[in-house]
């Protein structure tokens, strides 16, 4: 679709948020195509360009900025891992994450990306 000049179907296509960004493209392409960046490129254009994005991603960046985990840690995960005699899980500066959001711009990307998700 890049080689065609298909930039909105591209951009509008779901199969764009499917890559894991495992690099196994980039490490078998005969070519030496590094398909992984070109995949973040695009899901950025995206999101830049059209003010969408998976319902996910949506929701894990608001969980770093909320409490600087992409996931929100249970109590009772908290608890095992004091059972276990693990320490505890480092604490978050989310004056410093909102700081970072803001001079990236993530945070107005959170407010006004709208979301979807994925219909098979």
């Given at each position: 679709?890049?080689?065609?000049?298909?930039?909105?179907?591209?951009?509008s296509n779901d199969a764009l948020w499917l890559c894991t960004t495992c690099y196994t493209c980039i490490d078998n392409c005969p070519q030496g195509v590094e398909m992984a960046y070109?995949?973040?490129?695009?899901?950025?254009?995206?999101?830049?360009?059209?003010?969408?994005?998976?319902?996910?991603y949506k929701q894990m960046l608001s969980n770093i900025l909320k409490t600087g985990y992409v996931y929100v840690i249970s109590e009772l995960r908290i608890k095992r891992r004091i059972q276990h005699g693990l320490p505890p899980l480092p604490k978050s500066d989310s004056k410093q994450i909102a700081k970072l959001f803001d001079a990236t711009h993530i945070s107005d990307i959170l407010e006004r990306a709208e979301t979807f998700d994925r219909v098979d």
């Open positions: 679709m890049i080689q065609l000049g298909l930039k909105d179907r591209l951009l070109i995949i973040r490129a695009l899901r950025n254009i995206t999101v830049e360009e059209r003010k969408v994005m998976p319902t996910i």
